[in-house]
């Protein structure tokens, strides 16, 4: 089984139940606020891990995130890589509205104190034909490309959130690129699913790209070949962490050799299972619970 390093931020996630999104100088109080694991890092870790990969996770914590690296260890995750001797945790401070969407404020903290000799540690345990996964929630993101590169590992990048920084990166050492289309439009100009894929290619004709589209599904294209997935119906929640949670399940079929369409649909049924619940980390279902889940495809 090929082994997978996924180096990316860990959060507290401060989450407030609101009856409706804060406007422009309103003031409200919230239906109730709770705290949770997060960040996009540590979120795909743990769908990686509950999905059956073999997962190590490299990342900073401060000394009172501990609590954090010890979820990613409960779910089966390495935490080797994980520092604490960051400033400050990172922290997401979360509104939930009754639709189960939500915003999200990041501080970045300890996300972006990660230094270039922690990285090389990490990299000295991984070799050609393992796999290096990444969102833009940490800083030295080219540094850990060009390690991945110089050690012939495949690179995974979820370029969420997307930022001006990420806009100016050279993608053409990205293997698989799986973004939303938010960002899909904002990195290619373009605003249909298969013209932002395409475009994708042409600039970069290697890359295998997997873009989500909400209520639309998920849609699959390389150079050779294109598959769509149609979601599972579910009632929304809370929708915080299921793009993770489809990246984390995604990434783990395929690098255990199932077929794209197999990897696709675990990806969207997890997506579905953990938006059915509350919290990002928390509502990542395991394998078991995925594949035996009776959900109905629509469309
Ligand atoms: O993708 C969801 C995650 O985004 C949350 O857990 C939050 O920490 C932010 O990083």
């Given amino acids: 089984m090929k082994k997978i390093l996924s180096y990316g931020s860990l959060n507290v996630d401060i989450v407030y139940s609101m009856p409706h999104f804060v406007q422009p100088g309103e003031t409200i109080a919230a239906c109730k606020t709770e705290q949770f694991p997060g960040g996009k890092g540590l979120n795909q870790s743990v769908a990686l891990s509950r999905a059956g990969a073999k997962v190590w996770h490299g990342g900073k914590i401060s000394t009172e995130g501990k609590w954090l690296s010890d979820i990613l260890e409960k779910s089966g995750v390495d935490v080797s890589f994980v520092s604490d001797s960051g400033s400050s945790t990172g922290t997401a401070f979360i509104q939930v509205a009754p639709s189960g969407e939500n915003c999200i404020i990041l501080n970045h903290g300890a996300n972006y104190e990660n230094t270039t000799e922690e990285i090389d540690r990490a990299f000295e345990n991984f070799g050609a034909g393992d796999i290096l996964l990444l969102q833009n929630e940490i800083n030295l993101l080219p540094y850990l490309m060009e390690k991945a590169t110089e050690k012939a590992m495949e690179i995974a990048l979820n370029p969420s959130p997307i930022d001006e920084k990420l806009m100016q990166m050279d993608l053409s050492a990205v293997s698989y690129l799986i973004l939303n289309e938010i960002e899909g439009e904002t990195i290619t100009g373009r605003k249909e699913p298969d013209e932002i894929c395409r475009t994708l290619l042409d600039r970069y004709p290697d890359m295998k790209v997997v873009l989500t589209m909400g ?12 598959f769509r997935q149609n979601i599972f119906e579910v009632k929304a929640v809370d929708t915080t962490g299921a793009g993770d949670t489809f990246t984390g399940y995604f990434l783990a079929f395929v690098s255990e050799g199932s077929s794209v369409p197999e990897a696709l649909k675990a990806a969207s049924k997890a997506a579905a299972i953990a938006v059915s619940g509350k919290g990002a980390a928390a509502s ?3 394998r078991a619970e995925v594949m035996a889940a009776k959900l109905k495809e629509k469309g």
Avoid: H, Q
Avoid at 215 to 226: F, I, P, R
């Fill in 215 to 226: 209520g639309e599904g998920a849609m699959y294209m390389d150079k050779d070949n294109s």
């Fill in 284 to 286: 990542i279902p395991v």
